[in-house]
């Protein structure tokens, strides 16, 4: 089963990201479905379903309090020259990313790409070359909004002709 462990983003937040998604739909650019809006914390990959109950064990010793996270900013990876996704960035004080250092502790062993993590919800992935200039001047300092972090998500990613398909496995709460 292929997995990743994502923090769950409201939906208003989605919908007004989601509108920039439309706003560069053309060929070769594909927007990602708000119902399909995340952070992910990390990418974990192909795993033996025989593993899930030790996947979930480690992620339960994760603790971390609630904090804010603001979606704000519009940029691209890998660079302007070479866009492979079109993203909103998100800002925590450093939360997210301290979050995320300790998932990534967590899952040691398992499957997974590099070990970096940006903060950042996906608009859109595209397939060729693009000129997004004009689009990200206009949105560099968009605002989508804030919410409280307060759970992730270890999340089951099937891939389907028409997009991927996501299931939530389980669910991890902060500390009370």
């Not at 997995?3 to 739909?25: S, W």
């Not at 109950?53 to 940029?75: I, Q, S, T």
């Amino acid at each position: 089963m292929r997995l990743f462990i994502a923090v769950p983003v409201p939906q208003d937040i989605r919908t007004k990201v989601a509108a920039l998604g439309k706003e560069i739909a053309q060929e070769g650019i594909m927007p990602v479905k708000p119902d399909n809006m995340h952070m992910t914390l990390k990418f974990i990959g192909e795993v033996d379903e025989q593993k899930l109950a030790d996947m979930e064990e480690r992620l339960r010793l994760v603790k971390f309090k609630a904090f804010d996270c603001a979606v704000k900013g519009v940029g691209v990876f890998p660079n302007e020259d070479y866009i492979k996704v079109v993203w909103a960035g998100a800002e925590s004080g450093g939360a997210l990313e301290a979050l995320a250092k300790e998932i990534i502790e967590a899952m040691r062993g398992y499957n997974g790409h590099d070990e970096r993590f940006s903060a950042h919800l996906t608009i859109a992935r595209v397939k060729r070359k693009v000129d997004m200039k004009a689009f990200l001047e206009k949105h560099r300092a968009d605002e989508f909004g804030s919410f409280t972090v307060s759970s992730f998500h270890l999340i089951q990613s099937v891939l389907k002709p028409g997009g991927p398909e996501y299931s939530v496995l389980a669910t991890f709460e902060v500390e009370k």
